[in-house]
């Protein structure tokens, strides 16, 4: 190698190094500003983050899994009794239209439709028992009825009167 090349490769090896040690410099230099500056945490930032991270399901196991189980259904049941459905509304019209029309009307889950040869035999067996079914829920051959139609706010009444309109709006 001459002396030329060497020349060359000894200015370069510097600028090079130069630029490293300018790189580390403006690094170090932006971190000590930016610690100085941190953001203020937001309110809807933090909720959206526990939303994403809150548990999808409980898992209870064992005797005091299944008392912590009967205790969050319990407390459940009291907050729903707390609201009213509807407004407290005993129109069952109204009723079926928030709630009941999204399986009846459409047959969903086996859910038999407003026509009077699906209900026929339910009909049949007397206004108290599908009040009981519509109240309690029920698992049938052909679907499942789930508990005052899956609102647990709905009271007896309101689900009476919901089952009464249906038998006589059958088409």
């Known amino acids: 190698m001459n002396k030329t090349d060497q020349e060359f490769i000894k200015s370069f090896a510097l600028i090079i190094g130069g630029l490293m040690a300018l790189t580390l410099v403006l ?3 932006a971190r000590l500003v930016y ?3 941190l953001p203020e945490p937001s309110a809807v930032r933090a909720a959206q983050a526990s939303t994403r991270i809150a548990p999808v399901a409980a898992v209870y196991a064992g005797s005091t899994g299944q008392a912590a189980m009967q205790a969050a259904q319990a407390a459940a049941a009291v907050a729903a009794q707390a609201t009213v459905a509807y407004e407290g509304t005993l129109q069952g019209e109204v009723i079926y239209g928030k709630l009941c029309t999204a399986c009846h009307g459409t047959g969903a889950a086996g859910a038999p439709m407003l026509l009077k040869s699906l209900w026929a035999p339910r009909v049949a067996q007397g206004f108290d028992t599908l009040a009981s079914h519509a109240v ?10 789930p508990a005052r139609g899956g609102n647990p706010s709905l009271s007896d009444e309101q689900v009476k009167a919901t089952v009464q309109w249906m038998i006589d709006h059958l088409k």
């Open 136 to 145: 309690v829920g029920y698992q049938g051959s052909a679907g499942m009825m």
């Open 27 to 29: 690094a170090v230099a």
């Open 35 to 37: 610690a100085g500056h």
